[in-house]
């Protein structure tokens, strides 16, 4: 019996609000403080569960690095390749001197 009215009293708080005992705002407040405190509680376990547990995975070797890939460039660089990059940023640079120079004049309205 004793055990039965201990578990009642721990885990009161979810239970339903009694109308003459808990009416007031700061009751219902403290519940929901409660729960707050439970569901953040619960929170930091679930993470130091995790994190115990990817701990003992890296122990093991379970999780491992990946294996790297072979060495082969996919775009390998030619001469042809840079000669016209080359060209392109040149053309480029071209073109910003033409419009640096050339800036058109605007008119402000409101003169």
């Known amino acids: 019996m004793n055990i039965k009215i201990f578990l009642r009293n721990r885990f009161k708080i979810f239970s339903r609000v009694n109308d003459s ?16 405190a439970i569901v953040f509680l619960l929170g930091v376990i679930a993470v130091f569960a995790s ?3 990817m ?33 392109n940023f040149e053309a480029k640079a071209s073109l910003f001197k033409q419009v640096q120079n050339n800036r058109t004049v605007l008119v402000d309205p409101s003169r």
């Open 55 to 87: 701990y003992r995975d890296i122990e093991r070797g379970e999780l491992s690095q990946a294996v790297a890939k072979s060495a082969t460039d996919p775009y390998p660089i030619t001469a042809e390749l840079l000669g016209k990059t080359v060209k």
């Open 51 to 53: 994190s115990f547990l």
């Open 21 to 36: 005992e808990h009416s007031s705002r700061e009751s219902r407040a403290v519940l929901h403080w409660k729960i707050i």
